[in-house]
C-alpha cells in the first residue's frame, strides 16, 4: 500500500496542472490510440475496462464509438480522474462511463464497479509508467471474460526511426517517468501461452509504437 500511496503522489505532482493541457499536447505523440479504440469492437452490452484512463479521452471516445457498451477506467492519480469526471459529465457519459481511483498492480473491480470480468480490457500509454507492468499484465488477463481481449498500445523500440530520436525520445520520456517496454512482446507471448490464449503483435508507425492483441480461448 506504501508503494501505492507514494505512486499516487508521484502521478498527482506530475498531472496537477499538465491535466489541463493534456489531451492538446498528448494527440501528437500517443501514436495509435484511435487504432486501438477501432479495434476493440465490442458487442452490445459488453463491458470494456480501460487501466490508467488519465483524462477520460480514450474512454468518452469508445463511448461515442460504441454507444451500446459500458465503460470503466480506473487510474492512480485523482487529479487526472477529476478532469475526467468532469469531461465525462461535460459529454452526457455519466451513465455509460465510470472511473475510479486504483492502483493497477493490484485492483478489485468487483468492489469499484460491482463486476469482476471484462469482455475487452485496455491500456494505453500506461505501462510505459508503471515499474510492476508485469503484474498490470497479469492482473489484466485475470480480468477478462472467456474469449476477452486484452489490447495494449504504448511506446515501441523506435526501430525504424533515425538513429538520433531514440536517445533524444528516450531522455524526454524519462522526464515524465516513462520507459518503453522492450521486453513486452516476450512477456505476452509467455503470457498468452500459459492461459491458452492467441497473441497478436504489430510495431505501428515504423516501431514508435507497439500494439498486442491478447485473445483468451472461449
Ligand atoms: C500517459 S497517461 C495515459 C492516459 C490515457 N490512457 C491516454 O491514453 O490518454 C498514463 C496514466 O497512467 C496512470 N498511472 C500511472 N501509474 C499507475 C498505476 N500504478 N495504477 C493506475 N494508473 C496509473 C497515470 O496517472 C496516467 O493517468
Request: net charge positive; aromatic share 10%; charged share 25%.
Amino acid at each position: 500500500m506504501t508503494g501505492a500511496l507514494a505512486a499516487a503522489g508521484a502521478m498527482d505532482r506530475m498531472y496537477r496542472h499538465q491535466r489541463h493541457i493534456y489531451d492538446a499536447t498528448r494527440k501528437y505523440y500517443l501514436l495509435g490510440r484511435d487504432l486501438l479504440i477501432d479495434r476493440l469492437r465490442p458487442q452490445p452490452g459488453d463491458a470494456v475496462l480501460e487501466i490508467g484512463c488519465g483524462t477520460g479521452r480514450n474512454l468518452i471516445r469508445a463511448a461515442r464509438q460504441y454507444p451500446q457498451a459500458r465503460f470503466f477506467g480506473i487510474d492512480i492519480s485523482g487529479e487526472m480522474l477529476a478532469t475526467a469526471r468532469g469531461r465525462i459529465a461535460q459529454a452526457g457519459l455519466s451513465a455509460q462511463v465510470q472511473v475510479a481511483q486504483a492502483d493497477a498492480t493490484s485492483f478489485e473491480t468487483e468492489k469499484l464497479f460491482g463486476r469482476a470480468l471484462f469482455q475487452r480490457v485496455f491500456m494505453s500509454y500506461t505501462i510505459s509508467m508503471i515499474p510492476r507492468w508485469r503484474a498490470v499484465l497479469e492482473q489484466s488477463t485475470a480480468s477478462l471474460s472467456d474469449g476477452g481481449e486484452l489490447l495494449v498500445i504504448d511506446f515501441g523500440g523506435q526501430e525504424g526511426l533515425p538513429g538520433w530520436f531514440r536517445p533524444v525520445l528516450r531522455k524526454w520520456l524519462s522526464l515524465f517517468h516513462v520507459m518503453p517496454r522492450a521486453e513486452l512482446e516476450l512477456e505476452m507471448t509467455v503470457l498468452a501461452d500459459r492461459k491458452d490464449a492467441s497473441l497478436t503483435f504489430e510495431r505501428p508507425y515504423r516501431g514508435y509504437a507497439q500494439y498486442a492483441k491478447l485473445k483468451m480461448p472461449g
